[in-house]
């Protein structure tokens, strides 16, 4: 609880000292030096929190392919591998990377594949349709990855 709440802390802070000294300029009239601060400034900042979350993703990937004794586990962190892997690990046929690349159909079969994947760990299938909940989807990976 502690570290999270540091790393909250921590982002908290570096927004401040990012976005702080661009306040005062803005408040001034035409001041586009600033703005483009501004914008760079949140860039970054959303650019820290998918990376953070991509490194999330791909952690829990790789443990849960490492718990299924699943091979070539380091595919978690490559984009499009990570599908063949998750399908490695659900036990389907890889030519269905194939529907995930279909717009509607890529929702059905992403709840299809983490329901393979929740059976290989030993959780209930429905685990599977947690994923298309919003905050769920952030919370089965790492449940599916580090619980026993």
Known sequence: MKARTSVVYGLSSLALLVLLPFGRALAQDNNSLAAAGLGAGLFMFFLLFVAAGYV??????????????????????????????????????????????IPIVNIVFIIIVWMGVAEARGKPSWWGVLFIVPIANLVVPGILAWSD
């Not at 004794?69 to 890889?94: F, G, Q, R, V």
């Open 56 to 101: 999330y993703m791909a952690l829990a990937l790789q443990t849960i392919a490492n718990k299924t004794h699943t091979e070539n586990s380091w595919l978690a962190w490559i984009p499009i591998a990570n599908i063949i892997l998750m399908l490695n690990i659900a036990k389907k046929p890889i030519w269905w990377i194939v529907l995930f690349l």
